[in-house]
């Protein structure tokens, strides 16, 4: 089984600053990493995902994430972040999905971090 | 019509009402997810459906019935709910391999029914 920890439920700051939201898995099996994010008012979209290779990933609006295996950690940092970014980021863990639909590769997820940018 | 889409965006209902919530995905996969999204709580998986099987049922009460009639539409089916189940309940659908290999399984969300329950 896998458990997801934020470590912080809210994070305010100001719009230029730098941000991290942290992230602590832990599991018995290799396990693959997101981070999505909610804008209010709608679902959970795809940040950016860490499945093999670099550890270093990230997303197209400046966002970037890196998975520390000995930490067991998957911190999501930005390094000036604009009002736009505020939402509701969550972390989320799944173990490899195997042949056939009954192992279809279970997401767990964090408890989430609102992120509020002040001007 | 892109994506996963969900109807209603917002209901109201009575403890004695029945009403259902639909979920409809464009994508082409072949896996359906519910999950009730409460507030300062993380995402409950509530149901799984994949290849049109129910693969989990998170230990949901009876009073929330899902249907899974193909692999574009999930249905939830509400009766007599407690306005504890006032929530945002999100759909969501990824493709699960048919053949052999592992895999990582990436969840598209739809924009959710916010519903309240009086």
């Known amino acids: 089984a896998q458990s997801v920890t934020q470590l912080d439920s809210q994070v305010p700051v100001f719009e230029e600053a730098p941000v991290e939201l942290r992230c602590n898995y832990s599991s018995s099996v290799s396990v693959y990493l997101f981070w999505y994010v909610q804008y209010p008012n709608q679902g959970l979209q795809l940040l950016l995902k860490y499945l093999s290779g670099s550890t270093l990933v990230e997303s197209i609006n400046g966002f970037e994430a890196e998975f520390n295996k000995s930490q067991t950690s998957f911190h999501l940092r930005k390094p000036s972040v604009h009002i736009s970014d505020t939402a509701e980021y969550f972390c989320a863990v799944s173990a490899p999905g195997t042949a056939g639909g009954t192992s279809y590769g279970k997401l767990t997820f964090g408890q989430g971090t609102i992120l509020t940018v002040h001007p | 019509e892109t994506g996963v889409t969900q109807t209603p965006r917002h209901l109201v209902m009575g403890m004695t009402n029945k009403k259902s919530l639909k979920c409809e995905q464009h994508?082409?996969?072949?896996?359906m997810y519910w999950y009730k999204q409460s507030a300062k709580k993380p995402l409950e998986l509530m149901f799984v459906y994949s290849l049109e099987e129910r693969v989990e049922n998170n230990s949901v009460p009876s009073r929330f019935s899902p249907e899974c009639p193909n692999s574009s539409h999930l249905f939830l089916h509400l009766h007599t709910l407690q306005p504890e189940d006032s929530a945002l309940y999100l759909c969501?659908?990824?493709?699960?391999?048919?053949?052999?290999?592992?895999?990582?399984?990436?969840?598209?969300f739809g924009p959710g029914t916010r519903l309240t329950v009086l």
């Open positions: 969501a659908s990824s493709q699960v391999p048919k053949d052999s290999g592992r895999h990582y399984n990436e969840q598209f």
């Open positions: 994508l082409g996969h072949n896996a």
